[in-house]
């Protein structure tokens, strides 16, 4: 609906015939809306002032056949660029939102103050809409106040101030009741104290919707109904209940909306055992659904001890959706697999020269199998309306059903060209692939319910709300731009009205409160994005006493959110902790100084190792910063500042990219405890393991780890990144507790690697392969200046295995501080193909308990040839050694180099992260 569409009265009985409902409610026809009069039968409607009967100065009437009256106000023409229109409400006391009716061109920005009792609101005319005249494409309205409690003889007025060629013309000002009427958002609200009620009894109440609630207290009913029918404009919307959640009780609600069934408990138990204001909560039962008028709802209450299914209202909130006619899926009638008695025709006007037709007046059935993708839909039929009967038809799709008459009694009393029409029975209802979907139709007198086709047209997914927080702003707000909520907290809460698919920006300020995500969004409608409107800063409400697994931003089984533009610092523990986690992203963040991880994904409470240590999934960190992570950690002993930096902790599907993970005290990326199919890409990892890697931590402390632990890790690829001056190891695939967690198929490929480790105090490791793990791939990688350059080594496989099918290909080893590297009890490894300074005689050492291993094609040279060493640019100078040494058995995902360049482009591959051009 609109501001200039009529409201919804609800005053009249609501009776069981919803034909009825909606003759009673003055909808049918386009009722006029009733002009200033406090006598008005329709106190629910609005009451509007025609801007010409006000007391006007300096403004001119002019006559039109596009405004509200047939007249507006208007400068054009006035002595002066100023003007004022006055009057005085007399409607019934109560609480409204003023709306103004105007002229908005493309010709000038005018200017208008409204003052409503004393209150004074402005806004401009900036619409810019299409045209710089009156028209119907310029005629808008504003709210200019959201909620005022008014008193009949109380004054308004609107000032005006032309621009340009733009006149500030004026057609209305109205006063819409916040009660059963259009909400300033567009949405449309019925209280429930109005609705037909059975079993329900009404109770004024302070701070209910309306001033009154139903409840089932002092009754002998424990259950009870509330029903009405919907009576405002076609279209998809969201349906949510306003109701009283309370700690004395469990009550129950099955809410049903056009044949679509929703239930759900009073389960929240907010802090009052009363009907309150910090029990007055809210519900979306109904994510979307097509609606149009005369569709029954109802609400059906069952009281549970001290909590009597208290309702204060149900609101329908329209939500836009595009189609996208290029995706039809069309269904001819006469393919249903599923046809009764219909008999097929043959007819040229018929979409595909046949139609389906019923000679018999009992009702049959035709239907097929929905094969098309899981979606969104728009459904329309094509059918024959005649002029010599009324045949009836229910179209169910997605569980939801839509009955019509052919009554358009188009000029034809056969299947002619001029019967043939089409009809939307669903705006937009989703669809499963595999669904039925199902025609019931009737033959009225000769015309024979003759159906041509059904058709699906992909429409995007309903367009999500927008909510807003602010330093300034109060949880007892609508959460709105203007009227924002507090905290965070709320925002995310399950009292809260976000639901999936909605945003929930927060203005820049510093926020101190742990924000727990209590809800989830879902496959459907998507993610809830909960995002940073600017700087926004978030700290713990107390930084020392922390607790094992707890975040600043934390959630425990939720899914489908998306945490964007955060910074997070001085936390007792993690920055960012989601437990047991499903569809989450995680993006743009920067924590600094944590006590613990900066962003961790871990399970919630299974902690014994195997699969069922596995508990999220699906989950993306993407271009976060991670500074001085564990920095309440001071070595050895100290039970704080546990995990790592940026930790994937049993996670099945993951992406961790294009993150900055710097100066953290122990590891910095670890893909680890099962975790598996996923990728590490793209990061820059730097300066961490300050105090693992050294006596008083444990002498170790990658900066990017692959690790077993109690569960098989698996899948994983590591490329793209750069490891650089970390205190300890670069790249290390391992397993630390032998026999529980296996780690196989890894990839390692186009990292560059350099001045990792600290000599004499710890292995310093560019790229390291060690005991219970296999299938591993080291190709293509430049690892320059660490202590060591390479390690497979299974020594340590005490109640394991030998590390084993390890390839090691077209790498550049170059400037090891201690030896180049290490290979022993390993067996089925490749080295080929690879470049190594000779700073040392032997390529590498080792200890024996090598089987089936090969070592081939491998160089030494006294320089590699980068382009610009003291600039840390490790491309390739036009006389590199490097330059088509490689071997061509790389894998498709090697065969592009770090910069997206194709290897081989004239000979061999060369050896490195990079490939040389011209």
Request: no cysteine; proline share 3%.
């Amino acid at each position: 609906m609109n501001g200039f569409d009529i409201i919804p009265s609800n005053d009249s009985l609501l009776t069981e015939d919803s034909s009825q409902l909606l003759a009673d409610n003055g909808l049918n026809g386009g009722s006029p809306l009733p002009q200033s009069s406090s006598s008005s039968s329709f106190s629910m409607l609005p009451v509007r002032y025609e801007a010409e009967d006000l007391n006007l100065n300096n403004f001119l009437i002019k006559s039109n056949n596009v405004s509200s009256g047939g007249e507006h106000i208007s400068l054009l023409g006035s002595n002066s660029n100023t003007g004022t229109a006055a009057g005085i409400f007399n409607g019934l006391a109560g609480s409204y939102y003023v709306n103004v009716a105007y002229y908005d061109e493309n010709d000038g920005i005018s200017s208008a103050t409204v003052t409503v009792a004393g209150e004074i609101e402005n806004f401009r005319f900036d619409k810019n809409l299409p045209g710089n005249a009156v028209a119907p494409e310029t005629l808008t309205s504003y709210v200019t106040h959201p909620i005022l409690e008014l008193q009949s003889g109380d004054a308004f007025e609107i000032e005006a101030q032309y621009d340009l060629g733009e006149f500030a013309r004026i057609d209305y000002i109205e006063f819409v009741p916040t009660q059963n009427a259009s909400q300033p958002d567009g949405s449309l609200r019925y209280e429930a104290e109005k609705l037909q009620l059975t079993g329900y009894q009404t109770a004024p109440i302070s701070g209910a919707s309306g001033g009154e609630q139903i409840n089932l207290n002092n009754t002998d009913n424990t259950s009870g109904v509330a029903q009405g029918v919907f009576a405002g404009e076609a279209g998809i919307y969201r349906v949510r209940v306003g109701y009283y959640d309370e700690n004395d009780g469990v009550s129950s609600a099955t809410v049903t909306v056009a044949g679509q069934t929703r239930s759900f408990e009073f389960d929240e138990d907010l802090p009052s055992s009363a009907p309150v204001p910090e029990t007055l909560t809210s519900r979306v039962t109904h994510s979307v659904i097509g609606l149009k008028p005369g569709d029954a709802f109802k609400i059906e209450g069952q009281s549970n001890f001290g909590e009597f299914a208290r309702v204060d209202y149900i609101e329908f909130i329209p939500i836009q959706t595009t189609v996208d006619a290029t995706t039809a899926i069309r269904y001819e009638a006469e393919n249903f697999q599923q046809l009764d008695d219909y008999v097929i025709s043959s007819n040229s006007n018929s979409s595909a020269d046949k139609h389906i037709s019923v000679y018999n007046s009992s009702y049959q059935t035709i239907g097929d199998v929905f094969d098309g993708e899981t979606g969104f839909y728009q459904v329309k039929v094509g059918y024959y309306d005649e002029n010599d009967g009324k045949s009836t038809a229910t179209v169910t799709v997605g569980g939801q059903s839509r009955t019509f008459l052919f009554d358009e009694d188009l000029p034809s009393a056969g299947a002619t060209a001029a019967a043939l029409t089409q009809r939307v029975t669903h705006e937009a209802v989703r669809i499963q692939k595999g669904d039925n979907f199902v025609i019931d139709a009737i033959s009225n007198a000769a015309e024979f319910a003759r159906f041509d086709y059904i058709e699906f047209v992909a429409v995007n997914p309903p367009d999500g709300s927008t909510y807003y927080v602010s330093p300034d702003g109060s949880d007892d707000n609508p959460g709105t731009e203007q009227l924002p909520w507090k905290t965070i907290n709320y925002a995310v809460s399950q009292g809260s009205p976000v639901i999936a698919g909605d945003t929930v920006l927060v203005k820049p300020g510093t926020y101190t409160e742990l924000i727990n995500l209590d809800k989830s969004g879902d496959d459907e409608l998507g993610h809830i994005t909960l995002k940073a409107d600017g700087e926004v800063i978030l700290k713990d409400p107390d930084p020392i006493n922390g607790h094992f697994r707890e975040g600043v931003i934390q959630s425990a089984g939720e899914g489908f959110w998306i945490i964007d533009g955060f910074r997070i610092e001085d936390t007792s523990w993690a920055g960012i902790s989601l437990r047991d986690a499903n569809n989450m992203i995680v993006q743009n963040n920067h924590t600094f100084e944590t006590g613990a991880s900066g962003i961790i994904i871990m399970p919630d409470t299974y902690f014994f190792g195997g699969d069922a240590e596995v508990t999220s999934r699906d989950i993306k960190v993407l271009g976060n910063t991670i500074e001085r992570a564990n920095w309440i950690w001071a070595g050895l002993g100290d039970t704080r500042g546990t995990q790592e930096a940026l930790s994937i902790w049993g996670v099945d599907g993951f992406e961790v990219a294009n993150n900055l993970v710097k100066e953290g005290k122990r590891e910095g990326i670890d893909a680890k405890t099962g975790s598996r199919n996923g990728s590490i890409h793209n990061n820059t990892v730097t300066g961490v393991a300050q105090v693992s890697g050294t006596p008083i931590g444990y002498n170790a402390g990658a900066a990017i780890y692959v690790e077993g632990n109690r569960a098989d890790t698996f899948n994983i690829d590591v490329y793209n990144n750069i490891v650089y001056d970390n205190v300890a190891e670069g790249i290390v695939v391992a397993d630390e507790i032998p026999g529980n967690g296996d780690v196989s198929d890894i990839r390692v490929f186009n990292n560059v690697v350099y001045g990792n480790g600290t000599l004499g105090i710890n292995s310093g490791m560019g790229i390291a392969v060690t005991s219970n793990v296999n299938n591993v791939e080291v190709i293509n990688n430049t690892v320059f200046n660490n202590i060591q350059s390479i390690v497979v080594n299974g020594t340590d496989y005490t109640g394991g295995y030998n590390t084993y099918d390890v390839l090691v290909r077209n790498n550049i080893f170059a400037d090891a501080v201690f030896r180049n590297g290490l290979i022993q009890d390993a067996s089925n490894v490749t080295l080929d193909n690879n470049l190594f300074t000779n700073d040392f005689n032997q390529l590498y050492e080792s200890g024996g308990g090598l089987t089936n291993f090969i070592e081939t094609n491998n160089i030494q040279v006294e320089i590699v040839g980068f382009l610009d060493v003291a600039a840390n640019n490790y491309r390739l100078s036009s006389n590199s050694a490097a330059i088509n040494i490689g071997s061509d058995g790389i894998p498709d995902y090697a065969s592009i180099d770090k910069d997206g360049i194709l290897r081989n482009q004239d000979e061999a591959p060369d050896a490195g992260a990079y490939e040389y051009v011209v």
